[in-house]
């Protein structure tokens, strides 16, 4: 992939010429959509309000031009932001099994990984900026440290750019919304039963029953058990169940009722050590794997229930109430592959340990007020609702006795020998062996540290639209979070409120297509980790101001061949009053006199190219920098961590028969750096996959997904210090989808 020039003012005005022709030739593409939409524009030259989808899903096919977020004021092509949509087509043509899996179809998004008193989950980072406590469920934030399934996911939808006016703190590279299955109007039976290399096995029930004209259940349920692809003794095992029910289901009140249970137990995989000289990981076999089967574990557990109701007092206005009740269990110990002690270079590994067991619960309450008004000449389409959020999450590590000390006692700083002689703590780093027989002990520490947070939130978005080309979206939302930490005998307190604010211009010249350019505030306070499980308030960062970034974006949408969505937008995002050490050295003070500055442009297509031709793909440009890293610091000018310069994905299927469909996928990730100073990094890569299925009826396809085609040796993640993790090696899977 070769690399792009910086962003610069240049390069935005070459990017508006380029939107200019670009639109010109999308302007000659958009024939059957400009009539088809000209016709529906005369009929109402407005945005009308959100409507609720009776139908199997959102979106048909790859195309996504309904969002189910409440807070979204105007349809996917007339929002001023970055969004995109993987819908249930999507995840199911490519074989996606966690929100890991199915966010590799989103460019400019990677995972990070967690160390110590960061809690092993699911951390996507966008735009530079992690969004860990930034993930939704039906537009209510989902908290607790959890690797989250898909089985009961409808669809993703992904925003991109300073979200803290939609999504409120902590929000600065976006946020990600996850909608799930609901009891429909109709009966229907549906699943999966998949079998594949490495021991893959996955069933997934999907079961939806009418009870009369105003009531349905549905339950949604799965089982999944496999080995790792390429990664000795690591194996992932799940099940988990969704149960809803919905009264008065084609009435004005409505009330739906479901819970969600997830459990989990996997061995935690901490990848390979980084090499002290060069700072990326050891070329040693990819199956390498340096944990003990023995004492190593990872067992999840995710509660979640929720009542939501909603009334619609007219066909312009309906409220809509949300309660979520959770309970997230996090409990493991893991092997941290050397742990920074510099043993790598004599050619031997020492399993540092680090554990958890976190508990988080929460109790959210939201309440939404959609719909459209006229001011004279003015059509309104608004979002207003208020907010209240508790969570609190308790930890204790565990103390685990090693039984032996390989130098003296209380200085592990190095392997001088491996094997029985240091009870395997010390192991190989060419031949690790996992079934090792460790004799060390495993206790509760006794020292259980306490955070929590809450929130009280008020919030307002209103699209006006002048007319058939001009739109004005503003919103404005204020936060009042508190939060508090205790940890070995001390507290910690932090009381912040914040207002943030986004306004966006959206210019139709046609129907089809759109211009806009946006502007949006986000603030992240200490002790936002709270709710993932994370404690990171303490010390000087309690009295810090929050860091507030702002987004600016300029972006073009477009319908073109009736069902084809073409975006393009370029963005800048600073970060002020970012935390940075004072001093040198761990746990130095901190203060809020950095800054950040993110930049790029990407573009996007989705949809059908023809009736039997679908894709999904997109391209980011990342041009991060550190400008101001403190005065303990010389990182100025160096890249900032788990953000990728250029990022690729392309997705496509094409129907060869009408029984016959063939598909395939191309990821590309460029660097990824682990640390400010950019001294720890893994390399770009591709990655390929493949797909072939074939409907046997009417109710019946059976579907082939072959990941990792090449069986490529890559990684994913790389922390700041000690490791980096792999990704899977090659794995086929076929899958029997069914539905009656």
Not at 275 to 290: E, K, M, Q, W
Not at 409 to 430: A, V
């Amino acid at each position: 992939m070769p690399k792009n020039p910086h962003v610069s003012s240049t390069s935005t005005s070459t990017f508006l010429l380029a939107s200019a022709s670009v639109a010109a030739a999308l302007y000659g593409l958009s024939g059957p959509a400009y009539a088809q939409d000209a016709a529906a524009q005369q009929q109402d030259e407005t945005v009308t309000a959100p409507i609720v989808v009776e139908g199997d899903q959102l979106n048909e096919g790859y195309s996504a031009p309904v969002a189910a977020s409440p807070k979204y004021t105007a349809p996917i092509k007339e929002l001023p932001k970055s969004v995109t949509i993987v819908n249930e087509e999507v995840l199911k043509d490519t074989g996606a099994t966690s929100l890991e899996e199915a966010l590799r179809t989103v460019p400019g998004i990677t995972m990070a990984m967690g160390e110590g008193g960061q809690p092993f989950g699911d951390r996507p980072v966008i735009r530079g900026s992690s969004a860990d406590t930034n993930i939704f469920i039906n537009g209510v934030r989902d908290t607790g440290s959890q690797q989250r399934e898909i089985f009961d996911i409808e669809q993703i939808e992904v925003t991109k750019g300073a979200d803290s006016a939609y999504s409120g703190r902590g929000s600065a590279g976006g946020a990600i919304n996850l909608v799930t299955k609901t009891p429909k109007g109709k009966n229907f039976i549906a699943g999966t039963a998949g079998i594949g290399t490495d021991n893959y096995k996955r069933l997934t029930a999907d079961v939806n029953q009418v009870i009369d004209d105003q009531i349905a259940v549905r339950l949604n349920a799965m089982w999944h058990d496999a080995d790792v692809p390429g990664r000795d003794e690591v194996d992932e095992s799940r099940w988990g169940f969704a149960p809803s029910v919905t009264f008065g289901l084609h009435s004005d009140t409505r009330a739906t009722l479901s819970y969600y249970h997830l459990q989990t137990d996997d061995m935690p995989d901490y990848g390979l050590p980084l090499d002290t000289t060069t700072g990326t990981p050891v070329s040693v076999d990819r199956d390498n794997f340096y944990g003990l089967t023995s004492r190593d574990f990872q067992k999840v557990h995710t509660d979640i229930g929720t009542l939501e109701l909603v009334h619609d007092f007219s066909d312009t206005m309906s409220i809509r109430n949300v309660t979520t009740v959770s309970r997230t269990g996090n409990d493991y110990i893991v092997t941290n592959p050397d742990d920074s002690k510099g043993n790598v270079v004599n050619g031997r590994v020492y399993r540092g340990v680090k554990s958890r067991d976190s508990i988080t619960k929460s109790v959210i309450n939201q309440t939404d007020l959609s719909g459209e008004f006229d001011t004279s000449f003015i059509k309104h389409t608004y979002s207003a609702g208020i907010e209240f959020s508790f969570e609190r999450t308790t930890n204790e590590n565990y103390s685990v006795d090693t039984d032996t000390d390989p130098l003296t006692p209380g200085n592990q700083t190095s392997c001088p020998t491996t094997g029985p002689s240091t009870n395997y703590n010390c192991t190989d780093l060419f031949n690790p062996n996992p079934g090792d027989p460790w004799n060390g002990s495993v206790t509760k520490s006794g020292n259980p540290s306490e955070a929590q947070a809450t929130t009280y939130s008020a919030y307002v978005l209103d699209t006006m639209r002048f007319n058939a080309q001009w739109a004005l979206n503003l919103g404005l939302r204020f936060d009042s979070y508190h939060s508090k930490a205790q940890s070995r005998g001390t507290s910690y307190q932090n009381d912040e409120s914040f207002l943030n604010y986004q306004a966006g211009v959206v210019y139709n010249p046609v129907p089809a297509g759109t211009f806009y350019a946006n502007f949006a505030s986000t603030s992240t306070p200490s002790g936002t980790d709270v709710g993932s499980g994370g404690n990171s308030l303490g010390g000087s960062n309690s009295t810090l101001e929050p860091e507030r970034s702002y987004s600016y974006e300029l972006g073009t949408k477009w319908n073109v061949l009736d069902n084809l969505f073409v975006t393009a937008a370029v963005f800048r995002t600073e970060t002020e009053n970012a935390k940075v050490a004072t001093a040198p050295g761990r746990g130095a003070p901190e203060d809020t006199i950095g800054e950040i500055r993110i930049q790029g442009y990407e573009l996007g297509i989705q949809g059908a190219i023809t009736p039997r031709w679908n894709v999904i793909a997109g391209y980011s440009y990342l041009d991060s920098e550190i400008i101001d890293a403190g005065p303990a610091s010389t990182d100025e000018g160096n890249r900032f961590p788990q953000t990728p310069e250029n990022a690729f994905s392309l997705w496509s299927t094409y129907d060869v028969l009408p029984q016959v469909q063939i598909g395939g996928g191309a990821y590309f990730v460029d660097r990824q750096y682990g640390n400010d100073a950019n001294t720890k990094s893994i390399s770009p890569y591709w990655r390929f996959d493949a797909m072939a299925s074939y409907a046997f009826n009417d109710n019946v396809t059976f579907r082939l997904n072959v990941e990792n085609l090449l069986d490529r040796t890559y990684f994913e993640r790389v922390y700041a210090t000690h490791m980096a993790t792999l990704g899977n090696g090659r794995r086929a899977i076929l899958t029997a989808d069914f539905k009656f």
